[in-house]
């Protein structure tokens, strides 16, 4: 092998990770999609029945989805940061005559009312998941998560993450749609 040879040998494993490092952060930067296709759309909510989940308020199951009308499902946690900052939203949406049910996520029920005592309280109905057996069900990895089940408990729209003041439209659209 000459010298110069032996140069660009000596280049090509830099070369590769820059390639490598260019390809990764592209990706991150401009990703092709910010949509995670859900696959539970389309999809009946799991059977289910679960105790309250606050003091005062009525438990959730199955059958509350299934009277005829689109309600959210919105799955949260006390202990989560997120679900407090999309508190305001849910209140704008049950103030537009959105019924709003929730599963509390591996919660206590006294943490609970003090998360809705402080952000505000857009549930009819809470139900207790203390061991992530429905969310799981329900294909969902986090909290929070929002569904748009239609009256005949059939799952239209998934939003993943909190709820943003800019999503409020698409949401309020969803619901509109799943009637």
């Not at 309280?121 to 203390?130: A, K, V």
């Not at 009256?151 to 439209?169: A, L, S, T, W, Y």
Request: with cysteine.
């Amino acid at each position: 092998m000459n010298r110069r040879t032996v140069r660009f040998v000596l280049w090509v494993p830099l070369i590769l990770f820059l390639l490598f490092v260019a390809t990764f952060a592209t990706g991150l930067i401009k990703p092709e999609s910010r949509v995670i296709p859900s696959k539970m759309v389309g999809k009946p909510l799991p059977e289910f029945a679960l105790p309250p989940g606050a003091p005062g308020s009525a438990g959730l199951a199955h059958k509350d989805f299934t009277q005829g009308q689109p309600r959210l499902l919105n799955i949260f946690a006390s202990w989560c940061v997120p679900c407090a900052a999309e508190a305001p939203q849910l209140l704008q949406l049950a103030n537009a005559g959105v019924p709003i049910d929730a599963i509390a996520i591996r919660d206590r029920p006294e943490d609970v009312a003090r998360f809705l005592g402080r952000w505000g309280n857009p549930y009819q109905r809470i139900g207790s998941d203390t061991q992530s057996a429905v969310q799981i069900a329900m294909g969902s990895a986090g909290v929070p998560e929002t569904f748009v089940v239609d009256g005949k408990g059939i799952i239209r729209h998934q939003h993943i993450g909190e709820i943003r003041p800019e999503d409020v439209p698409a949401i309020l659209a969803a619901v509109k749609a799943a009637q």
